[in-house]
């Protein structure tokens, strides 16, 4: 069985408390209420009587029958008082007014009391008379009372209920906006373990919500954070393995396929001189030869641990004889290389052959890259800060984003003719020169290349 949630034992709860709060108040209060207005009642009762009493004494003094009867009449006009009655010294009925009525009654009795006279002395009365000349009665029902009280409890009961259920509807709204940020931190945890790992908890307005959901997204961060280092340590142990493993199979490759490869090609020589020139069997051939010859090089090369030997070398230099020996080879295809790099010379410490032919290997990717279209190569050098940055640019279709993190791998490559190893051996050299290489699409179309290497003044 599901136990409920935080947000329906806040609910059930503040019911209980507030439920138990209205009627202890309201039981309280009503019993607070029925005393007062019985004790007010009682009194207005007794003053009555008394006020009777006060008014009778003269009427039972001269015995005045009728005018005691217009006060018992006069009384009769309360709306509680059923009969009123006055008796004389004897207790004999001197007054009696009664109305109809079926019913409970209560009664109330108050002496006529004689008032002394301010200017006689007691001293000089013999035998003075008993100061009681007689004494009234009210007959009342408490029919009225009771119906004001019932109706007092009836809307006590109703306004406690409004209040209750105003009270529940507003702690519902406030336990709702205390549970929502935590039910939805509670859902972005379960799509975070589903596999979104991009996701972020929401702050919310809170600040005890806000201090855990950013706790919570620090964790994912660090998460995320771990699992990119684990996965750049990996990448960096496979590619170490690969790199080892290369290194063993190029002497094999040297032994059992380069030398005889080398006899094939010394071979097909002397065949040439009995075949007729312009043969397009012998120059498939000798393509073909060149091609294999040209994959076993890259791969001897790559396999081999980049170690530069560092040396002065003016870069800007360098980079204008990459450029102009590329020029070269540009009269027969649609390229056009376009320069853009500071005439002042910039001396840092550098191995020239390794990065030459790594600058080479992404400047050939770039020519490569337009196809027999037309195609602009930039290639430009700057500063930022304490880098020294070369960067190349073509024309071409770009690099596909869901390639972007793999151009870099050995033996990864898009075209039928290349062997993968020329980018991958530009990432290898450019790292052990301390630098960077990065690559992304330019807005206006193609790839850029940019190699960042540290400044490191001769």
């Known amino acids: 069985m599901k136990r409920p949630g935080i947000h329906i034992r806040l609910l059930a709860a503040a019911i209980l408390l507030i439920g138990a709060t209205t009627l202890s108040l309201g039981y ?5 209420i029925h005393e007062f207005v019985k004790t007010r009642f009682e009194e207005r009762i007794s003053f009555l009587a008394r006020y009777l009493a006060l008014n009778a004494e003269l009427g039972i003094l001269i015995d005045e029958k009728e005018m005691l009867k217009r006060l018992s009449q006069n009384l009769l006009s309360e709306k509680d008082v059923i009969g009123v009655s006055i008796f004389g010294t004897a207790a004999e009925p001197l007054a009696e007014v009664i109305k109809p009525f079926s ?9 006529v009391i004689l008032k002394e006279s301010q200017d006689e002395s007691r001293a000089f009365q013999w035998n003075p008379p008993s100061s009681v000349i007689g004494k009234v009665k009210i007959m009342y029902t408490t029919e009225g009372l009771v119906i004001l009280l019932d109706t007092m409890k009836r809307r006590f009961v109703w306004l406690s209920g409004i209040a209750g259920l105003f009270s529940v509807l ?26 979104n790992l991009q996701l972020r908890a ?18 994912l961060d660090s998460l995320e954070n771990s699992r990119k280092a684990l996965e750049k340590a990996n990448l960096t142990v496979i590619r170490q393995t690969t790199l080892a493993e290369l290194g063993k199979f190029s002497l094999m490759i040297a032994h059992e396929v380069k030398n005889p490869l080398g006899i094939i090609k010394s071979s097909m020589d002397m065949l040439k001189k009995d075949i007729a020139p312009g043969d397009m069997m012998v120059e498939f051939i000798e393509d073909e030869i060149r091609r294999l010859n040209r994959l076993i090089e890259d791969f001897l090369l790559f396999a081999r641990p980049a170690n530069p030997t ?7 230099e360098m980079l204008k004889h990459c450029a102009e020996r590329f020029e070269l080879q540009t009269a027969d295809i649609p390229v056009i290389i376009d320069t853009d790099i500071p005439e002042d010379n910039y ?15 992404i400047i050939k990717n770039a020519m490569e890259s337009g196809g027999e279209d037309e195609n602009m190569i930039r290639i430009r050098a700057f500063f930022d800060k304490d880098f020294w940055i070369a960067e190349i640019t073509d024309q071409g279709p770009g690099i596909d984003p869901e390639l972007m993190d793999k151009i870099f791998e050995p033996f990864f490559t898009t075209r039928s003719k290349g062997t993968g190893l020329g980018l991958a051996f530009a990432f290898q050299v450019i790292k052990a020169h301390g630098g960077m290489i990065t690559a992304q699409n330019s807005p206006e179309g193609g790839a850029v290349f940019q190699i960042k290497i540290p400044k490191n003044d001769a």
Not at 202 to 219: I, K, S, Y
């Open 28 to 32: 309280a209060g009503t019993l607070m």
């Open 103 to 111: 019913g409970v009654l209560s009664v109330i009795e108050s002496p």
């Open 170 to 195: 507003i702690f519902y709204f406030i336990s709702r906006s205390l549970v929502a940020p935590i039910t939805e931190l509670v859902q972005t945890s379960r799509k975070v373990a589903a596999g």
């Open 202 to 219: 929401d702050l919310g307005v809170l600040p005890e919500t806000r201090e855990l959901a950013a706790a919570f997204n620090a964790m």
């Open 310 to 316: 560092f040396r002065p070398v003016n870069l800007h």
């Open 347 to 361: 001396e840092g410490q550098a191995d020239p052959d390794l990065l030459v032919r790594a600058i080479g290997n």
